[in-house]
């Protein structure tokens, strides 16, 4: 399956739904296998720092292949990925949020939330993926 922008749509609405049935405010972002921005969307009052974080979470995600949620892990002080955020012209978000979209193995896209806890915003982002 290929991610096109009605499917990218579906998947911002899902997080979006997910967010206010935890009565949060969240921007959601698809990108594709590239890392470019396909859908976006931001709750009417959501933080203003979540259109960044939130396509670079997705961006993350794509890029080291791994949820954000996971690659803090291995980016914390004597993981084995420690200074990845200072990497990847600082677009590397290294806190739960991000996701990627894998279809048949391969990844074809990623899904990032921002706006509320790393575990919310995980959340949100799983139900995005869910709705893939």
């Keep these: 399956m290929t991610l096109d922008l009605a499917t990218a749509h ?18 959601a972002a698809v ?17 203003i720092a979540g259109p960044v974080l939130a ?10 292949s791994i949820s954000t949620a996971e ?6 002080p004597g993981g084995e990925l420690f200074g990845l955020h ?10 739960g949020g991000g996701v990627p979209i894998v279809s048949d193995g391969r990844i074809v896209g990623g899904v990032g939330v921002s706006g509320a806890s790393a575990e919310d915003d995980a959340a949100c982002a799983q139900a995005g993926l869910r709705s893939f």
């Design 86 to 95: 200072a990497n990847g012209g600082g677009r590397f978000v290294i806190f």
């Design 31 to 47: 990108v594709d296998s590239g890392g470019h921005l396909v859908a976006f969307g931001r709750m009417d009052g959501a933080e």
């Design 10 to 27: 579906r998947i911002v609405d899902a997080a979006h739904a997910e967010a206010a049935r935890r009565s949060i405010l969240v921007s």
């Design 71 to 76: 690659l803090a892990v291995l980016a914390a």
């Design 55 to 64: 396509v670079d979470k997705a961006y993350t995600a794509v890029a080291n």
